[in-house]
């Protein structure tokens, strides 16, 4: 029996009159409880709102209700007091009607609760969201039906085999090392997902053998992409192609192998995370696709803010999942791009969500509190003020890492990197003469003024020169001259607060009319 199972069972002889189970997956749940009524020989009944109450396995068509009259849940639940003898009743999707416009049936719901407390009866509660009013939360226990473990999924593949058995065209060629490969690679699916997926290899070039995992893997990352939270991001940067930010390479570098049994063995602790916070251009959503390569894992973007939108459905369920997939990957880097954002606006507010943006926050923190997983999650952020305060807490990431517009060697280094990246040899510029003339040019914009400065040569019909680049960068205004305040802010917030992610090399030029970085921080 797995954890979950077991967890239910428990919660049904220490007699909780309501328990709620929170899950995409009705089907594989209301299996599970009809396997729970059986070890603890109840009768099941099972309740929607379009059949009313029905025993419990009745095929859909022989759905009889007991009375037609409980699709209405304020009769059904008083039906639940009529029944006498033991039995477990599922309730499915009754979730739209425990809101505060239903008061009847929320306190009949508290009612029969406290009098199921004394009987062998218990009241399930499945649904893929639950949003409990304050009057119900002391009374109802919830659980979070994990995504199927390999045992689960073992079962599911033998299933499959079984019934494939006995065809002649089809060839199954798997030997154990095979088969856990397989289980490993569906881990992070549904169970129909992954029965799915298992059918469609098999049918495909009808035969099942090691090879198939790639398969897996790749139905996987279509499904998990097609969710439109999280993808595998593809193409990953290399740190060679970062300037500066010297702080950060070190602290990424020592870390690069703390995923490892010999790190492990050594007693390293598990990194958990990092914030890269700072300004707009900096190279921060570039380093965090760096960590990947660095470490040789594999990357997988989270997008926050489609995790609040409407249309994606319910989002605590949905971060429950992402999270899920992401720990099922592992280990790998979880890359947040602009946390900032999701938090900000009216998205996670709380007044229009009904609290939605709240409760997905905190599902996310409370992951990162006490996450084992080797998940590394790097977040990127360009503003402090709608980032909550717990996600700065200390303890739920390794660092917060300040990024701030590059120092004049540190500008020297990321010329170089874009002059060379498009096949430029920088021995040929005057680097040092251009570095000094882009003071408080993000790396960004001095990547644009290159490219500019590309197409006037081209244009020109000459090879691109020291000039060129120089009068693009003349021509550009630095975001950090229209943004200056911004800048200030932030460097005043990180001070104290925050790690710097690069060594403030040089006293800024003279005609500087930024704000220096603060050489004590
Ligand atoms: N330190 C840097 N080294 C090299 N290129 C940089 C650097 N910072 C910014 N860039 C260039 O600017 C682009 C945008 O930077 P990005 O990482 O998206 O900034 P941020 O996420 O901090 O807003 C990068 O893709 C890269 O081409
Ligand atoms: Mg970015």
Redesign the pocket.
């Given at each position: 029996m797995g954890a979950f199972a077991a967890e239910l069972e428990l919660l049904i002889r220490a007699r909780y009159p309501v328990i709620a189970v929170v899950t995409g997956e009705e089907v594989r749940a209301l299996q599970l409880v009809a396997k729970t009524a059986e070890r603890r020989q109840k009768r099941l009944y099972e309740w929607s709102c379009s059949t009313g109450i029905v025993p419990g396995g009745t095929s859909i068509q022989a759905r009889k209700p007991l009375n037609p009259a409980t699709r209405d849940p304020l009769v059904a639940l008083d039906a639940v007091l009529e029944l006498v003898e033991p039995a477990l009743f599922v309730f499915k999707d009754l979730h739209p009607f425990l809101s505060r416009s239903n008061p009847s049936v929320v306190r009949r719901l508290r009612e029969i609760s406290i009098h199921l407390k004394s009987g062998p009866k218990s009241i399930i509660l499945i649904s893929p969201e639950l949003d409990l009013p304050t009057e119900l939360q002391k009374d109802v226990a919830v659980l979070h039906l994990p995504l199927p473990d390999t045992e689960e999924l073992a079962e599911l593949l033998d299933g499959i085999i079984e019934s494939v058995g006995s065809r002649t065209d089809i060839c199954i060629d798997l030997d154990s090392t095979g088969r856990a490969r397989l289980l490993q690679a569906a881990l992070g699916l549904s169970l129909n997902e992954a029965e799915n997926v298992f059918a469609k290899i098999i049918v495909q070039d009808g035969r099942l053998d090691a090879s198939d995992v790639n398969a897996v893997f790749a139905e996987k990352s279509q499904l998990v992409r097609r969710s439109g939270l999280l993808e595998y991001y593809q193409h990953p940067e290399h740190f060679s192609q970062v300037g500066g930010l010297d702080l950060l390479k070190d602290w990424l570098a020592k870390r690069s192998t703390a995923f490892t049994p010999e790190a492990h063995a050594f007693g390293l602790p598990v990194p958990r995370g990092i914030l890269l916070l700072g300004v707009?251009?900096c190279g921060?959503?570039?380093c965090a696709k760096a960590v990947s390569t660095m470490w040789q894992l594999p990357l997988l973007r989270l997008d926050m803010g489609r995790m609040f939108a409407a249309l994606v459905g319910s989002s605590e369920e949905n971060i429950r999942r992402a999270i899920n997939v992401a720990e099922s990957i592992a280990p790998a880097v979880l890359w947040i791009?602009?946390i900032d954002k999701a938090f900000s606006g009216s998205q996670a507010g709380g007044s229009t969500d009904g609290g939605t943006g709240a409760r997905v926050l905190g599902t996310f923190l409370t992951w990162l509190a006490e996450k084992r997983s080797p998940v590394f999650v790097v977040a990127?952020a360009?503003d402090i003020s709608h980032l909550p305060p717990e996600l700065l807490r200390k303890g739920r990431l390794d660092e917060i890492f300040f990024v701030d517009l590059p120092s004049f060697v540190e500008r020297t280094e990321i010329l170089r990197v874009h002059l060379a990246r498009r096949s430029r040899n920088p021995e040929l510029f005057d680097i040092h003469a251009l570095a000094g003339e882009s003071e408080g040019f993000s790396g960004a914009e001095l990547e644009e003024a290159i490219n500019s400065a590309l197409f006037d040569a081209f244009h020109g019909n000459s090879e691109l020169s020291n000039d060129h680049i120089l009068n693009a960068l003349r021509e550009t205004v630095p975001l950090a001259r229209t943004m200056d305040e911004q800048i200030r802010r932030l460097r005043h917030w990180a001070d104290g607060r925050a790690r710097r992610a690069s060594i403030p090399h040089c006293p800024p030029l003279p005609f500087s009319d930024l704000p220096s970085p603060d050489p004590s921080a």
């Open positions: 707009q251009g921060k959503s570039l791009d602009e990127t360009n």
